[in-house]
């Protein structure tokens, strides 16, 4: 009997309103792709029957499965929307305050404003608990653990039905002991309680940080857990196989790896989306780009510099920050389905608010009572009069209706087109501006860059965010509302390993870190080994924060492998110097001593990346499948519209023109011209640059 030699791999990323499914065969290359609508009430569903579904046009099943990845965003709803009263913290002695006390940082446009009130902390003062006993910050015991402290704090939070604790003791990065031991006691006394050490989630220095980093950690892993449980469950002849989770870092782990770290999955669907994006912007011959990735709820931006996203140490989510590797990622409340609406002074906004997936768009079947970003484009004609191939039928007459009503309430006469522009010009703006920060305000001019678009509301309106900022291009990737689950089958498996020992450059111990670096390197590869990863695929990778004397920030740096000795201190500090300039525009080389402060590995399993296939030539010249009016400036104008599968590659068009595919809708505006790469890239510049 013929054996059944498993091919596809799947990447599924769960959106607000859309789940998004992507299968390649690992054989052939072939490429399928898919939309089911998300089940906010049980995201399981919606994921497992994208995964059927994709599996059944392929004609396959189980046996065919090589396994699944996986973005999700649980663990942000969870911060985002949860209940963090059953969340409890364990300090020592002495510390009650950590939170309270927190930073002194306001944000950014407050200044010493007195209008600023700094947010709620995330465990209330009478739910934080005081452990007795002290360690140094060399790891050395100045006074015992007092374990009948920590027995009356664990009996606390059990009467309280705290259930959900951190324990974050001073010094425990240098020397874990007092935390493993009052781990054991609280567990002894209550069992039931779901515990996070920060020994084992963040064993940095920075107490704020690293007790926030474990409190998240600590709130999120019921949460996880649950989910994960569900989709065990809803899996079922799937479940035997491998289901790996997208990290922020850019990395996946399996799903029991990322339930002893759920923390690392914070900004999991946004970093899938920005990994596929690298592959794109290698493709496509635009190393340097800025991403926008539409969805239903939220754009999501990151920066992109020779095909390799930027990636930072720290970050927040929501008013949280935490302190984890992940990808640098900003994002604003605009989405297909952000909703317009009136502020008390009379102004027009756009979001954050959105419809999600239930109700939807007034647009949608039984959508909401208000209109969206989606209504408006549609009144606009630049939307299809249905989404997903046909599976959503869209009513225009009730979003017209929807946006004139709002026009109402506004002052002067404003036809329902006029409004609907001016959603969509306040979307563009927001867009643009959070570009702005992040290219601008860091000293880059994103002139020099590209716009990668997608998510299924991206292409309908960057290629005009583009124009906004004088951008180089406006990329559309293949199947641009599924970049993220094709980037979920672009990444490799990765696990990230820490330890803090601050050394001045004076009086540095080379046999210590070489010590340290081997710890974590063997970590790192028997983390990996226990997902089953062969070692031959695994490749470690070595890095430093360093920072000068007197400095109270770092900038990580790699570090060079092999041995540890006066060879590797200079270029180490020869690396520091150089990203000092190019982070601050600035650095004191040969005037200042350095301090190194953290050693850091992180380990990768190698995959086998999929690629991107180049299209075949067309013989016949593409034409229009109908034209519609599309209403661009102030008036309509009858616009061809194009099926993006007849573009053969070197297709040249001149704008208005919109191109439809499943699952997205691109726009080329007046005065644009549009051009199809070998592999099917849609690449839109103005009529100035692609002149020159």
């Keep these: 009997m013929a054996v059944t030699k498993a091919r596809f791999r799947i990447g599924i990323d769960t959106g607000g309103t859309f789940t998004d499914i992507v299968s390649v065969d690992s054989e052939t290359g072939a490429m399928r792709v898919t939309k089911v609508a998300s089940t906010p009430s049980n995201p399981a569903v919606g994921l497992v029957r994208g995964v059927n579904d994709i599996l059944k046009a392929a004609d396959a099943g189980p046996a065919d499965l090589l396994g699944l990845a996986h973005g999700t965003t649980v663990a942000t709803n969870a911060l985002l929307q949860g209940d963090i009263r059953s969340l409890g913290l364990l300090v020592t002695e002495g510390f009650r305050h950590i939170l309270e006390i927190a930073r002194q940082s306001v944000p950014e446009g407050y200044g010493n404003s007195y209008f600023w009130v700094k947010p709620d902390r995330l465990v209330p003062l009478q739910f934080v608990r005081e452990a007795g006993g002290r360690l140094n910050f060399k790891g050395e015991e100045l006074r015992p653990l007092d374990e009948a402290s920590i027995r009356e704090a664990a009996r606390f939070f059990r009467r309280n039905k705290v259930e959900a604790i951190g324990i974050c003791l001073m010094h425990s990065y240098a020397n874990d002991a007092h935390e493993r031991r009052a781990a054991e006691i609280i567990a002894e006394e209550y069992p039931e309680a779901t ?42 002849p799937l479940r035997d196989k491998p289901f790996l989770v997208m990290q922020s870092s850019g990395g996946v782990a399996s799903a029991e790896q990322i339930l002893r770290k ?90 954050p608010r959105s419809a999600g997936a239930v109700p939807g768009p007034m647009c949608y079947p039984n959508g909401g009572d208000e209109p969206a970003i989606t209504d408006a484009n549609l009144v606009l004609g630049r939307l299809p009069p249905s989404l997903i191939g046909g599976g959503i039928a869209l009513n225009v007459e009730r979003a017209r209706k ?22 969509i010009e306040i979307a563009n703006w927001a867009q643009a501006n959070a570009i702005r920060q992040m290219t601008i305000q860091r000293g880059i001019d994103p002139r020099g860059f590209a716009l990668l678009s997608f998510g299924g509301a991206g292409p309908a309106q960057s290629a005009a965010v583009m124009e906004l900022l004088g951008m180089k291009a406006c990329i559309v990737p293949p199947n641009p509302g599924n970049l993220s689950a094709f980037g979920l089958l672009a990444v490799d498996w990765r696990t990230d390993h820490i330890v803090t020992k601050v050394m001045h450059q004076d009086n540095v111990d080379l046999a210590a870190i070489a010590a340290h670096y081997a710890a974590l390197e063997n ?33 990580r740096v790699p570090a060079p492998g092999g041995k540890v000795d006066g060879t590797f201190l ?81 297709f040249r068009l001149q704008g208005p023109a919109v191109v ?13 011209q549009l051009e199809v790469d070998a592999h099917g890239i849609l690449i839109i510049r103005s009529a100035k640059d692609a002149a020159a």
Aim: hydrophobic share 40%.
């Design 195 to 236: 515990l996070s050490l920060s020994c084992a989630v963040l064993p940095e220095y920075r107490e704020y940080e690293r007790a926030v980093t474990t409190l998240v950690d600590a709130f999120v892993k019921p949460y996880l857990d649950r989910y994960l449980k569900r989709v065990h469950d809803e899996l079922g």
């Design 262 to 351: 759920p923390i690392t999955t914070a900004l999991s669907g946004p970093a899938a989306g920005a990994l596929g994006s690298a592959v794109i912007a290698e493709v496509a011959g635009f190393p340097d780009l800025v991403t926008l990735d539409a969805g239903g709820t939220s754009t999501d931006f990151c920066l992109i510099e020779g095909a390799k996203p930027h990636l930072t140490n720290g970050g927040s989510v929501g008013a949280f920050p935490v302190r984890i590797p992940m990808i640098d990622i900003a994002t604003i409340g605009i989405g297909g389905g952000s909703i317009a609406w009136i502020s008390r002074e009379g102004h027009l906004k756009v979001g």
């Design 523 to 555: 970590e790192a590869t028997e983390t990996l080994k226990r997902d089953g990863i062969d070692p031959a695929r695994i490749r470690i990778v070595r890095e430093a924060d360093v920072r000068y004397a007197g400095q109270s920030m770092e900038v």
């Design 660 to 672: 439809e595919e499943f699952g997205s809708t691109s726009v080329v505006f007046p005065g644009q």
């Design 402 to 423: 929807g946006i004139a009503a709002l026009a109402e309430r506004l002052p002067g006469k404003m036809s329902a087109e006029q409004l609907a522009a001016g959603i």
């Design 570 to 650: 200079a270029q180490l500090i020869d690396a520091f110097n150089a990203a000092h300039l190019r982070t601050f525009g600035y650095n004191y080389a040969g005037k200042q001593k350095v301090e190194l402060v953290n050693f850091a590995v992180s380990g990768f399993g190698v995959i086998e990346r999929p690629s991107l296939p180049k299209l075949a030539m067309g013989s016949a010249k593409p034409v229009p499948k109908a034209t519609r009016p599309v209403y661009f400036a102030d008036h309509y104008a009858d616009t061809p519209i194009y099926d993006r599968a007849t573009l053969p590659p070197g």
